[in-house]
């Protein structure tokens, strides 16, 4: 039971504190002035539940923070709830135990993650949710007389959420969720689950029959393949003693290109050789003759110079005693007689001294001018003569040296090369310097090595007689397409017995994964068996819960129905297919809802408002909030729901009498009833403002 409510900047109330007692007790008002406020703050403070879009829309315009704060009696004990909200969300949340008049806190907060939770303790304290307790405890605008008044389907589902078969379906869904992953986990494990049998076992068979028809193909496969076998170890064998020849063959063509081009070598060598020796001969042969004059030469160039000195020592002294006499001849000029007297002392003289007479002195100077001329011409017959024995002496010298430079000492080493050259001649001259492979017998007479590359040519061409380099090439060619075809063969018998063994392996993977699968689709069908008896809300469960909710609801509004005063002593329902019917008893006579009074429709709905929040397991805070009960109530039931109230309230038995909070903005239904806890709601600019009537 609820025994005060504190709303302090909550929704539209600044400052509101409410004291209830275990009576009826109405909030009455306009639409807007703050009644519907005490639900969400009952619900707010029990269970941080409301209405409202955001926490932070429950504070009232121009706080920075709000709280609600309940204080109720349950099981004997009194509680206190509290939960405030700032302007930035952050909730303080404290549940509490009053004891003696101190405050034991239980819990505080909503941190699930280290176990503590408020909201978890009041509903272990209540034993009730806020969904059931919405469904038990709060009667939402105009659905009073909804448990009577609704459709078949419509009634049956909200027996379903009292009694909480929609935890069924949640049940069933986690069910699903369970199936489904555990087939996904099959799927992951296995590659299928149980719905894939028939796929799986037409994917067996097919494999089956892949198998099947592969082997004739692989036994088809297996015969080419030794056939072609036998063929290429034949041809392999032809092939190898061919391949002997045919490298024979490349030899012998390998060895006569040798041959002539040794044979080139050679004759290009004693061409060079011939060449050379009658270039020495050609040289030398002469020089014997000219370097045999050597001495003669220098001692008559000797002879020569001695007299070319004697010349010119001659030529020397002439013209000396020539310049002399010029001298006498300037002089004579000078010392001539004139009229018989010396020009010197003027004495008388016969004759001057022929040294200083002119025409003496000229005689002599002509003289010597003319053997001067003689003697020049006799030394330039001398030189001449000198150059000449200077030139045969250089060739002397040179014809010397030619003999020295190629060691010729003797002229019959000229003789002995001139033979040589002769032989060396006639040897070449059967071989020309183009050697050709029709010349090889020629060419094999050079020497000793020419005769042995011959010899081997000539045994080389007698082991490759008969060899046919077109059939040895197509017999290549057969052997490799033998090889190729052999090839394709096993790379076919590979595949194909490759593909059989992936088969055969696949096979025994699936046939243990049918078996396993089948032991899943029975596991499975367990499941979906489980699912329809005890999940299905229309299973044998579910049909069991609501004919047990039936019994209970029947029992305890039939003994709420005994203490009003009506001619209803009781009340039955039963489930039929698509509906829930209502039977109503008086004495031993059924009477049907629709032959019963206004009143009596109002007291049947709430006695089975308040059966079903004894199934819910409300009694534990007995309280029941009625939101516009009177809504879509003709004036004869809104008196009669008045005087039900009243009825109830004023039951008390055992102390577990049940509190009503009525809100209504019809107030005169209640000015001649006995309820007394009458409070009016009204707006104001500070906030709501709650009054007692």
Wanted: charged share 30%; glycine share 6%.
């Amino acid at each position: 039971m609820i025994k005060s409510i504190e709303l302090v900047d909550f929704l539209s109330h600044s400052d509101t504190k409410l004291e209830l007692d275990d009576s009826t007790t109405v909030f009455v008002g306009h639409n807007g002035a703050g009644k519907s406020s005490i639900i969400d703050a009952i619900t707010f403070a029990l269970f941080g539940k409301h209405t409202r879009k955001t926490n932070k829309s429950l504070i009232r315009r121009g706080a920075n923070q709000g709280f609600a704060k309940i204080e109720f009696s349950a099981n004997g004990k009194n509680y206190q709830a509290l939960r405030k909200i700032n302007s930035k969300g952050e909730l303080i949340a404290q549940f509490s135990e009053n004891v003696n008049g101190k405050l034991i806190t239980i819990a505080e907060g909503e941190r699930r993650q280290f176990l503590e939770s408020m909201t978890k303790e009041v509903e272990k304290t209540l034993g009730i949710d806020f969904e059931k307790l919405k469904i038990a405890s709060i009667v939402q605008q105009g659905q009073l007389k909804s448990i009577i008044d609704a459709g078949g389907k419509d009634k049956k589902e909200l027996l379903n959420a009292i009694i909480g078969i929609d935890k069924l379906d949640i049940a069933l869904g986690s069910m699903r969720t369970v199936q489904k992953e555990f087939r996904n986990h099959i799927q992951k494990k296995l590659g299928y689950d149980d719905t894939q049998i028939q796929l799986l076992e037409s994917t067996i068979t097919a494999y089956e029959l892949e198998s099947k028809n592969a082997k004739p193909r692989l036994e088809k496969l297996v015969i080419d393949k030794k056939e072609i076998e036998e063929n290429i170890s034949n041809l392999e064998e032809e092939v190898q003693i061919n391949t002997s020849k045919e490298s024979q063959l490349k030899e012998l063509d390998s060895r006569k290109n040798e041959l002539i081009s040794y044979a080139r070598d050679v004759i290009k060598s004693i061409q060079k050789e011939v060449s050379e020796k009658e270039q020495t001969v050609n040289e030398c042969k002469p020089c014997f003759v000219i370097s045999k004059n050597k001495e003669g030469l220098e001692s008559e160039i000797n002879k020569t110079q001695e007299n070319l000195v004697t010349v010119e020592t001659q030529i020397s002294d002439l013209e000396k005693k020539q310049a002399k006499y010029e001298e006498k001849e300037e002089l004579a000029a000078k010392l001539e007689l004139k009229d018989g007297k010396c020009p010197v002392c003027d004495s008388n003289v016969d004759h001057l001294n022929p040294d200083f007479q002119k025409e003496h002195i000229e005689n002599e100077i002509e003289g010597i001018e003319k053997k001067i001329v003689e003697l020049e011409n006799e030394r330039e017959v001398l030189l001449e003569k000198s150059e000449n024995l200077s030139n045969e002496l250089e060739e002397s010298k040179e014809a010397a040296t030619i003999l020295k430079t190629h060691k010729i000492t003797k002229e019959s080493q000229i003789e002995e090369m001139i033979a040589e050259i002769k032989i060396k001649t006639k040897q070449i001259q059967k071989i020309p310097i183009t050697v050709n492979s029709g010349q090889l017998i020629e060419a094999g007479t050079l020497d000793d090595h020419t005769k042995s590359l011959y010899e081997n040519i000539t045994t080389l061409e007698k082991s490759t007689n008969g060899f046919n380099q077109e059939e040895f090439l197509e017999m290549k060619e057969s052997l490799h397409d033998s090889r190729s075809k052999l090839s394709q063969i096993d790379q076919e018998y590979g595949e194909i017995s490759g593909n059989i063994k992936k088969i055969n392996s696949e096979l025994e993977k699936l046939g243990t994964t049918l078996k396993d699968l089948k032991q899943v689709q029975g596991y499975v069908g367990e499941l979906e068996e489980i699912q329809d008896s005890v999940y299905n809300r229309d299973g044998p469960v579910g049909k069991s819960l609501r004919s047990w909710s039936l019994e209970i609801i029947s029992e305890k509004a039939s003994e709420y129905l005994e203490k009003l005063n009506t001619k209803i002593q009781r009340i039955s329902l039963s489930e039929t297919t698509r509906d829930v019917n209502i039977a109503c008893y008086a004495r031993n006579t059924t009477l049907e809802l629709e032959s019963l009074s206004g009143g009596e429709q109002v007291s049947i709905a709430l006695a089975l408002r308040l059966g079903m929040a004894h199934l819910l397991g409300s009694s534990n805070l007995n309280f029941m909030i009625l939101d516009e009960p009177t809504t879509h109530l003709d004036s004869e039931r809104r008196k009669s729901l008045v005087n039900v109230l009243s009825q109830l309230t004023n039951v008390k038995e055992d102390n577990s009498s049940m509190q009503f909070i009525i809100i209504t903005h019809d107030a005169e239904i209640f000015e001649d009833s006995s309820v007394e806890n009458i409070y009016k709601f009204e707006p104001s600019q500070n906030g709501t403002i709650v009054s007692a009537l």
